[in-house]
């Protein structure tokens, strides 16, 4: 009997008598066992009924051995195995359902300890291996002396193609036991692509298959980051099983009873392959901390999330908050639009300005000819700071917040991965006004959060941007002053000037529909002089971006070469 379950393994079975019946005067009768296997903790557990048969034997009843007394079908020389049925991970889509995360070819590099003499030269290949694939040594090495003479232990895994993997099949040649295994694993486009909001999967910790309550077993495949890690439950399915007849000489099997695997479901996000690639390939040499993010104003879908390599695996695309500088001067335009101000309204652009006994400038590089009285559309084409900050009268206590919520930089944000937008606290008069107009001070907002804005210009109305479409829950909020139709189309003129009459005029050329723009540079930390943030963000067609780099000495020579080779590129 033991011989028999031991396919079976550590499966709780209980055996149960469900029924007797006897015939005394024939000495003979049948007893009827109930069995349950509870295969999967989750799942109804595989019930059935078996009769073993009695005959009487002085004073008490005996049965006579045989295998179906453990399964009704189950014969001579049979045993009884189960296997785990896995289901198939689930893909992450992109815009118009085109698979992002799907399975792509991999191989996986390691030593097989079959293929070894012995455990010393077992362990002269592993230290080999690790080398040659640049993998810690000392785990790997111990791992390989610690497993079975039958095991693969893996050391890395490689995408199919790239130039790592063909490095290190020649250099495995020869190594005894080194082996290159091919596979399928769900992997994005590229390593980079989007890697801090689509995440990666792995095997589980030890702690994922505790807190699983059996969900999850040693060796399964798991998110560990990013969307798969949050979206895993969807993603992962799961598995079935099957219990087999298995002839315990020739290993032939026969099925007897299974509940199939429950496929994973995909999840949907708005990620445009052609607009996350072109992203990326942007910012690849960018060294700060740097983003770009591209959303399309009349669904507000996030078409591109993309963060440097600067930013070392975080997300900055939708985490990273920052002064926004002068890109918040949209946001001031509106407010100050609602004060009765239009763009061919008269303002004061002076050198400097002092406030409170803080003084005040333009940027170094603003046009010398830009000062005086200008009209406000000159001001925001130019940048003109100490023109908003003459203004600052005009605004109560609310005035920019309110208008920070009709362009949605602070409507709560919806992206369905975690993810900020604005800050746009309450000023005190004076020195905080001031710097509030020219979007510092308090005032804080995420790559997400200017594209929004401009996305919210373009479409006139406040746009709810939004990366995860299933999985997920979206709040629904409204602006309790909504863009109104005339400011909307006030504060398209506005950017538009800053391409062809201000900073921006470098864009003017780039093809496509017209752009509309707005530079942005913001003052940080404490050095003499002090550091800059670069930002820009600029609308073409149904398309809002805002770029960011984190030290760079302007938003129109620094963050503004970016914007163009990104447009660019989408539009080859």
Known sequence: MGRILDGMGEIPHTVTISGIALDEDARRGTVTLEHSWRIHKDKKPW???????????????????????????????????????DAERGEILGDGDTALVTDRQVVRIGVDRSQTTSTAQARRTARAVAKLVDVEAS??????????????????????????????????TGLPGARAVNDEIPLAPSSSFARPILGSVGPATAEQVASSKGAIRTGDVVGTTGLQQTQDARLRGTPGYVVEAVDLDTESTRELHSVPA???????????????????????????????????PSDGHVLAAASGP????????????????????????????????????????????????????????????????????????????????????????????????????????????????GDVPTPKAGVDLAAQTIGQGQILSTPTGMATVAASVTRGSAVSPVLVLDGSARPSARPGRPLSGDEAQQLRSLMRGVVTDGSAAFLGDVPGEPIAAKTGTAEY????????????????????????????????????????????????
Request: charged share 20%.
């Open 262 to 296: 429950v496929d994973g479901k995909p999840v949907r996000t708005t990620l445009d392959q052609t607009h996350q690639e072109a992203a990326e390939s942007t910012l690849a040499q960018v060294e700060p901390t740097s983003a770009i993010v591209a959303i399309r």
């Open 139 to 172: 785990p790997f090495v111990k791992a390989v002396e610690g497993a079975g003479p039958q095991a693969f232990v893996e050391a890395i895994v490689l995408r199919s193609g790239s130039p790592e993997l063909a490095d290190a099949r020649r250099g495995i």
């Open 47 to 85: 019930v059935y009924r078996s009769t073993a048969p009695l005959r009487r034997e002085d004073e008490s009843w005996a049965s006579s051995w045989s295998p179906t007394i453990l399964a009704p079908s189950l014969e001579q020389g049979e045993g009884l195995q189960a296997r785990r049925l």
């Open 310 to 421: 600067g930013s070392k695996g975080v997300s900055t695309a939708t985490l990273g908050q920052y002064a926004p500088g002068s890109t918040f001067k949209v946001v001031t335009s509106l407010a100050l639009l609602r004060t009765g101000i239009d763009p061919q309204t008269p303002v004061p652009c002076t050198k400097t300005t002092t406030v409170d006994g803080r003084s005040f400038k333009n940027y170094d590089d603003y046009p010398a000819g830009g000062t005086g009285d200008i009209t406000f559309a000159t001001a925001i084409a130019n940048s003109c700071n100490t023109a908003l900050i003459a203004e600052r009268e005009r605004l109560d206590d609310n005035s920019l917040s309110e208008a920070a919520e009709a362009l949605g930089l602070t409507l709560p944000p919806a992206l369905g991965v975690p993810g900020e937008l």
């Open 525 to 572: 930390g404490t050095d003499e002089p002090p550091r800059t943030h670069a930002w820009m963000i600029g609308t073409q067609g149904d398309l809002a971006v805002a770029v960011f780099v984190e030290d760079g000495p302007g938003g129109a020579s620094t963050a503004g070469p970016l914007l163009e080779e990104y447009l660019r590129q989408v539009q080859q």
